[in-house]
């Protein structure tokens, strides 16, 4: 028993050294960002409202470390997220906000069921937006050292859109990734993306009027293409050389058209009813990540829209389920 009191009391002893350790390094990174932020013209009155209430979040930490896109199998993660309620929250949501929903994919040219798989997957069709102290997050993240670099710039832009009153700093609580509203927009998307769609002078990305037409309208800037094809579940021949299969998101590489890979999908007749000429690339998106995965299975060709919603969020297994709950979506209004 003695044993295990003192294995205990070293452990709580270790990470209150380590929390202590981090919050002494993470007070140190405050003054050198507060540098940082007035170098990049943010007002010394944001700055300073900022950082009194920035905290170092160990589980943001974690959770980063420990995403669902990096242990989950694509069909479980995929099943998860487009199951028979999310279907029937989706048909709800769209028959609640008919009107505005039919506007928007008139306008935008972006399809509804598009929007909606997307809104489903983020935040439960704005029923879960997350809990988490944004500014926080993004603090902790770029005083963090695997990804400093980018969450910094999402950080200074925030405080540039709070500096400019177009976001209240007492809103901002969301994803622990710095994500914010029903679509779950970084500060780089609301800068670039977000639009006042109902006039308001007020951009609310908690409001389905704004919300809405801005994820419309950053899938148009981004070149989304009406109508044409996401992906497709295909089963591969032993033949095909490894340097054709894409097993990361960050780049999807051997593009080719599609009648190139013909000698290396079973049943391509499946397939015919698709232009030959349709510029392509195949995807397996176990073969990496999940131990003892086969490395042909499962696999997909997917189009040139499959990588748009790579730009929304870098993740092979995310692009499958939204555009498998928009197929699903679709068969339903």
């Given at each position: 028993m003695?044993?295990i009191?003192?294995?205990?009391i070293?452990i709580?002893?270790?990470?209150n050294?380590?929390?202590a350790?981090?919050?002494?390094q993470?007070n140190?990174?405050?003054?050198?960002?507060?540098?940082?932020?007035?170098?990049?013209?943010?007002?010394?009155?944001?700055?300073?409202t900022?950082?009194?209430?920035f905290?170092?979040?160990?589980?943001?930490?974690?959770?980063d470390?420990?995403q669902?896109?990096?242990y989950?199998?694509t069909k479980?993660?995929?099943?998860k997220?487009?199951?028979?309620?999310k279907l029937n929250n989706?048909?709800?949501?769209?028959?609640n906000?008919?009107?505005l929903?039919n506007?928007?994919?008139?306008?935008?040219?972006?399809?509804?069921?598009?929007?909606l798989?997307?809104?489903?997957?983020?935040?439960n069709?704005?029923?879960?937006?997350?809990k988490m102290d944004?500014?926080?997050?993004?603090?902790?993240l770029?005083?963090?050292?695997?990804?400093s670099?980018?969450?910094?710039?999402?950080?200074?832009?925030?405080?540039?859109?709070?500096?400019?009153d177009?976001?209240?700093h007492?809103?901002?609580y969301?994803?622990?990734?710095?994500?914010f509203g029903?679509?779950?927009f970084m500060?780089?998307?609301?800068t670039n993306?977000?639009?006042?769609?109902?006039?308001?002078?007020?951009?609310?990305?908690?409001?389905?009027?704004?919300?809405?037409?801005?994820?419309?309208?950053?899938?148009k800037?981004i070149?989304w293409?009406?109508?044409e094809p996401?992906?497709?579940?295909?089963?591969?021949?032993?033949?095909?050389?490894?340097?054709f299969?894409?097993?990361?998101?960050?780049?999807?590489h051997?593009?080719?058209?599609?009648?190139s890979?013909k000698?290396?999908i079973k049943?391509?007749?499946?397939?015919?009813?698709?232009?030959?000429?349709?510029?392509?690339a195949?995807?397996?998106p176990?073969?990496?990540?999940?131990p003892?995965?086969?490395?042909?299975?499962?696999?997909?060709?997917?189009?040139?829209?499959?990588?748009?919603i790579?730009q929304?969020?870098?993740?092979l297994?995310?692009a499958?389920?939204?555009?498998?709950?928009k197929?699903?979506?679709?068969n339903?209004?």
């Amino acid at each position: 028993m003695k044993i295990i009191k003192i294995i205990l009391i070293l452990i709580i002893f270790n990470i209150n050294s380590s929390f202590a350790e981090n919050s002494d390094q993470f007070n140190q990174w405050k003054l050198k960002f507060k540098k940082t932020a007035l170098a990049n013209n943010i007002s010394e009155t944001t700055i300073n409202t900022a950082i009194s209430n920035f905290r170092f979040l160990p589980k943001v930490i974690k959770y980063d470390r420990y995403q669902p896109e990096f242990y989950e199998s694509t069909k479980t993660y995929v099943g998860k997220r487009t199951s028979k309620q999310k279907l029937n929250n989706g048909v709800k949501y769209y028959q609640n906000n008919i009107s505005l929903i039919n506007s928007v994919e008139a306008e935008f040219e972006i399809e509804k069921e598009l929007l909606l798989a997307l809104m489903g997957i983020e935040t439960n069709f704005g029923t879960y937006v997350g809990k988490m102290d944004i500014l926080s997050s993004l603090a902790t993240l770029s005083f963090d050292q695997r990804r400093s670099e980018f969450f910094t710039k999402e950080l200074i832009l925030l405080l540039k859109l709070i500096d400019r009153d177009q976001i209240d700093h007492k809103t901002l609580y969301g994803s622990w990734a710095g994500a914010f509203g029903f679509f779950q927009f970084m500060p780089s998307t609301i800068t670039n993306y977000s639009i006042d769609y109902n006039k308001d002078d007020y951009i609310d990305l908690k409001n389905i009027e704004d919300a809405y037409p801005s994820a419309a309208n950053y899938l148009k800037k981004i070149g989304w293409k009406m109508n044409e094809p996401c992906f497709f579940k295909i089963e591969l021949k032993e033949n095909i050389p490894d340097k054709f299969l894409n097993t990361s998101a960050k780049k999807i590489h051997s593009k080719k058209k599609l009648i190139s890979f013909k000698k290396y999908i079973k049943d391509y007749s499946s397939l015919e009813f698709l232009d030959d000429d349709f510029n392509v690339a195949i995807v397996t998106p176990d073969k990496d990540i999940i131990p003892g995965a086969e490395t042909l299975n499962p696999a997909y060709i997917v189009f040139d829209n499959y990588e748009i919603i790579l730009q929304w969020n870098r993740s092979l297994r995310f692009a499958l389920a939204v555009c498998t709950l928009k197929d699903k979506i679709k068969n339903e209004i």
